[in-house]
């Protein structure tokens, strides 16, 4: 067995590069949100502010997960990008059935409003890139010159 079929492409190459660094920007946004509320105004929403934290924590683990892209660090990245999945529906769902029930918004009230609905959409797209760069999908051969992974049925027939 190959080391691609093992691990797999690099969940950090090709369009793995974009959505690290889209996780990136989100979770230094979360960062830096979450680190003012916890400062300056913790006893007003605890929940809310606490959500926050533990997103922005999420976007962390999840940007370090994708970039690094072994195996430990793929498990990683299923977890947290799954984690996140879920939360931005869970949390989003209650903030819209309930506008007050955390206090105060926090990154992913309202799907993500407050980010431009990323919060939804990326979750879903980190999934699929993991899936779509999985260890033993049949189709992904490793470019020998740069290492990327590249699906063998688009690629072009060796020219003669």
């Known amino acids: 067995m190959s080391r691609t ?85 869970a949390v989003g769902a209650a903030s819209a059935a309930a506008p007050d029930v955390f206090g105060e918004t926090t990154v992913w009230s309202g799907f993500g409003q407050g980010y431009g609905y990323v919060p939804l959409v990326l979750p879903f797209v980190g999934l699929w890139w993991l899936w779509h760069t999985r260890p033993g999908r049949s189709g992904a051969v490793r470019d020998p010159e740069d290492g990327s992974a590249h699906d063998s049925s688009t690629t072009s027939p060796p020219e003669a």
């Open 5 to 89: 079929e093992r691990t797999g492409p690099r969940t950090g190459s090709g369009f793995g590069r974009l959505l690290v660094t889209v996780y990136g920007v989100l979770a230094f946004a979360a960062i830096g949100r979450s680190s003012y509320e916890l400062a300056t105004k913790f006893s007003e929403a605890p929940v809310a502010y606490s959500l926050s934290t533990l997103s922005a924590v999420v976007y962390v683990l999840a940007t370090l997960a994708l970039a690094k892209g072994g195996p430990r660090w793929r498990a990683v990245a299923w977890a947290t990008v799954a984690f996140e999945a879920v939360g931005v529906i």
